[in-house]
């Protein structure tokens, strides 16, 4: 009998199993595009879009003099090591997103989440051009394909627009559901067009030195339409959070600054410069993109070499050498790589713009882990303020609809008035209408004084040359936190002029274009480094040795 119901209890088995489908390829653990979260997809294309930008961002800003650039000489300040982690989340985490994405969207007719997406990648793909020239593009993230071949800069431009061009589509499209998990703009349509839209502005202005025609005839149409960024709600531009883990939400240069030893980032002396005495008066923006540390410049030695060193002979009487100031604005030169001195708590730090630290109100005291706006700051991506200066330049160089002395006006009155609101918006505020009111500091009195200044400086100047640097002076003061296109602006148009020099007389060629990232060139068969830093991208065709 047992023997009878082992046999039937085998067959039973054997049936059960023989009805059912293995497949013992499937990993139950892995994220596929049937069990995946279209939202959550999003959301993680947007983080990595927040440090990509971040991370392309840095040495922008550093050749530009926006930051200290802690090398001596032009080679080592891009070192292909310094490219690797912007690359790979470009490249292995955003881009292979948006491809899941993309279909995924489409077919469910979440249109904006796809719009959303290639916009993304859009602005990654010109970062990419922009910052290294000819990259892997039409042969990359392909699973049979490990050693993808690069595409020229001048058709991934062509392919962006046509991607730009998708996604507007996709947002005039009718959705089922609203992007609202987007970290962005929360899903609104109207504000992502204008996005896609400036981000063309972008393309077609650094393309007229080699299509002035072209650009000329694209940015017009571009204004006719009237769907670029142009008010406050539609910065483009990523808010940063106050949470300290899991997740840490706060911005990358407040973390990197505000602890309980300080240290991080050398601001630049020629920038702090500039905002506190080119205009004979302090930049009323300078107390929310700087916080002192002191309020006092250093007097030892030990904390601060320079100050018993000449001025370099190769610099100018009117460049600002060791501290830009006599009230504790501490920085570094260009190109300094001295070592680094126990002053992390006495250096000038970041700021509440963007970065979310503290305000400057004269209080001379150290940093610390939650101090200030806790981190609450932004990427500033393209701000209404960046349209009008671009706007400007086009006005300037091209003929393009507009004035340019109105748009630069304009610009900068939206800059002043953008910078105030963020950082109004913070636990800073009080502090900061407690200080000006004992200050009889009156916020529209400053601004004013300042447009008025530039605006006679405008009229005064001669040459379209002239006129040019005043308009890109007044972009880089502007694009505190962005060195993507700080970059830009200096390689398209030269300006600002007469920048710092390096400490170094010799320091090398400027870097036209980075050196690929070294886990691109070892892991790639196919991938050949440059030569050197004096190949341009392909949209730059000014004289060599324009820069410095």
């Not at 142009?230 to 959070?241: L, V």
């Amino acid at each position: 009998m047992i023997k009878k119901i082992s046999t039937l209890v085998l067959m039973l088995c054997v049936v059960v199993v023989s009805s059912c489908k293995l497949d013992l390829l499937d990993n139950p653990n892995a994220v596929t595009t049937s069990n995946t979260d279209i939202n959550y997809l999003l959301n993680s294309i947007e983080l990595n879009y927040r440090i990509h930008f971040n991370e392309m961002s840095d040495p922008g800003m550093r050749l530009t003099r926006m930051l200290n650039q802690g090398s001596a000489i032009y080679d080592n300040a891009v070192s292909p090591n310094n490219f690797s982690y912007g690359w790979e989340v470009a490249y292995a985490g955003l881009m292979t997103d948006v491809k899941t994405l993309i279909p995924l969207a489409e077919s469910g007719e979440l249109f904006v989440h796809a719009g959303i997406a290639r916009t993304l990648r859009a602005s990654v793909m010109l970062n990419l051009v922009d910052g290294f020239g000819d990259v892997p593009y039409s042969q990359a993230i392909d699973a049979a394909n490990f050693n993808p071949g690069v595409d020229t800069g001048q058709t991934i431009y062509e392919t962006v627009l046509a991607e730009l061009d998708k996604a507007i589509a996709n947002f005039a499209a009718t959705s089922k559901l609203a992007a609202s998990s987007d970290l962005i703009y929360g899903g609104n349509a109207d504000s992502w067009t204008r996005a896609a839209n400036s981000l063309k502005l972008k393309i077609y202005l650094n393309r007229r030195l080699i299509d002035k025609a072209g650009a000329t005839s694209a940015i017009n149409t571009l204004i006719a339409g009237g769907k670029l960024i142009s008010t406050a709600t539609q910065n483009f531009a990523f808010k940063f959070g106050t949470n300290l883990t899991n997740p840490d939400t706060r911005h990358p240069r407040y973390v990197g600054q505000y602890s309980p030893t300080g240290g991080g980032d050398y601001q630049s002396n020629s920038y702090m410069g500039a905002l506190y005495s080119a205009k004979g008066f302090q930049d009323p923006r300078i107390r929310f993109y700087f916080y002192r540390q002191t309020v006092k410049n250093p007097t030892d030695v030990n904390a601060l070499r320079c100050i018993t060193n000449a001025k370099p002979a190769h610099y100018t009487d009117a460049d600002v050498f060791c501290l830009p100031t006599s009230v504790g604005y501490w920085g570094r030169d260009h190109l300094n790589n001295e070592g680094i001195p126990p002053d992390g708590l006495l250096r000038t730090a970041w700021g509440v713009y963007p970065a979310g630290g503290l305000y400057d109100n004269d209080a001379g005291v150290p940093v610390s882990l939650g101090a200030g706006a806790g981190g609450a700051g932004i990427h500033p991506i393209i701000m209404r303020s960046f349209v009008d200066f671009m706007l400007a330049e086009s006005a300037l160089t091209l003929g393009t609809t507009g004035v340019a002395k109105d748009l630069l006006k304009s610009a900068i009155e939206k800059s002043m008035a953008d910078v105030r609101s963020m950082v109004l918006g913070t636990i800073e505020s009080s502090k900061i209408s407690t200080f000006e009111a004992s200050r009889n500091f009156v916020w529209a009195d400053e601004v004013n004084r300042y447009v008025t200044k530039v605006m006679a400086d405008y009229d005064a100047a001669t040459t379209t040359d002239a006129k040019l640097n005043i308009i890109g002076t007044e972009y880089w003061l502007a694009l505190h936190g962005n060195g993507i296109e700080a970059y830009n602006l200096y390689r398209r148009t030269g300006k600002p002029a007469n920048q710092q020099p390096a400490l170094d007389p010799n320091p090398g060629a400027f870097p036209r274009s980075y050196y690929y990232p070294a886990t691109y060139i070892v892991r790639n068969s196919s991938a050949k480094q440059k030569a050197n830093l004096t190949t341009p991208v392909f949209w730059d065709n000014n004289q060599a040795g324009l820069l410095k």
